[in-house]
């Protein structure tokens, strides 16, 4: 079943406020295999002009991807989840992700495709500190693989 076209440009409301701790960005430094100080040591991200640690460029998917949920499970969208597969994630950023902000995602359906009978939905993530500031912005595209002939 092809998504509902009608839906681009549609925007959810905004995710309840996710507070980013050191302890998470450590553990998702380390299982990405990330070892720069700026990570895990205050005063090494502090040296490089940063108020506390900072997120690797990629943590920001976990609280992103989350809330594309919203998008996702969108009974008017149409979308069968375990055809699902993921197509391609990026990210444009204001500023780095640190210990201590309070973030929001906003996401918004940028655009549906099909395409040799898969559909390919787009959305934008976009992420807001406390203060309503920018700091990031990411794109996933999600692949809904076409239904197998019998």
């Known amino acids: 079943m092809a998504l509902d076209q009608s839906l681009v440009g549609r925007s959810y409301p905004p995710t309840a406020p996710y507070e980013v701790g050191r302890e998470k960005i450590r553990e998702f430094a380390e299982a990405v295999g990330d070892a720069n100080p700026a990570y895990t040591d205050a005063e090494a991200a502090k040296a490089l002009g940063h108020p506390d640690v900072i997120a690797p460029p990629t943590f920001v998917f976990s609280i992103t991807f989350k809330a594309a ?16 597969v993921h197509g391609d994630q990026k990210f444009s950023y204001a500023r780095p992700v ?7 995602v906003t996401s918004t359906i940028e655009a549906i495709k099909s395409m040799a009978g898969n559909d390919i939905l787009d959305i934008r993530g976009e992420v807001h500190d406390e203060a309503g500031e920018h700091v990031v912005t990411a794109w996933t595209k999600l692949v809904a693989r076409a239904a197998e002939e019998a």
Do not use: F, N
């Open 69 to 84: 949920g919203q998008v996702i499970e969108d009974p008017q969208l149409g979308l069968d989840y375990s055809r699902v």
């Open 98 to 104: 640190r210990a201590g902000d309070r973030l929001t």
